[in-house]
């Protein structure tokens, strides 16, 4: 069992940076892909970023890279997500997740709460 408990939302301007942290407890949390998805009001879930149990290999949606960077300490159990030039469109909850099997697949079989990100004009 794993839970996932997100932090580092908040309102910014266009343009500024927001880092998300996602604390998880379990003492299976390193053998999980973990990643982080989003839902605009009305809109579907959709996927951001994930990282490899290793932190070797990361995947990303084509609509935040080069901007939004994920990486992970094992160690401490939480997951980052570090989102630059940050645009009103970024603007969601975001959620963290850990699954299985990397992207494509990714299975998430754990959620977070979800935490807010509102980016201005």
């Known amino acids: 069992q794993v839970q996932l408990v997100e932090s580092g939302g908040g309102l910014v301007q266009a343009g500024g940076s927001l880092r998300l942290s996602c604390a998880a407890s379990g003492r299976t949390f390193s053998s999980y892909v973990t990643g982080w998805f989003r839902q605009a009001p009305g809109k579907e879930r959709e996927f951001v970023a994930a990282i490899s149990w290793s932190g070797t290999s990361t995947y990303y949606a084509d609509s935040v890279k080069g901007r939004f960077a994920i990486s992970r300490d094992n160690t401490k159990k939480t997951v980052f997500l570090q989102m630059n030039s940050l645009k009103t469109e970024d603007t969601a909850v975001y959620y963290c997740?850990?699954?299985?099997?990397?992207?494509?697949?990714?299975?998430?079989?754990?959620w977070g709460q979800g935490t807010q990100v509102t980016v201005s004009s």
């Open positions: 997740a850990a699954a299985s099997y990397p992207p494509p697949r990714f299975d998430v079989r754990y």
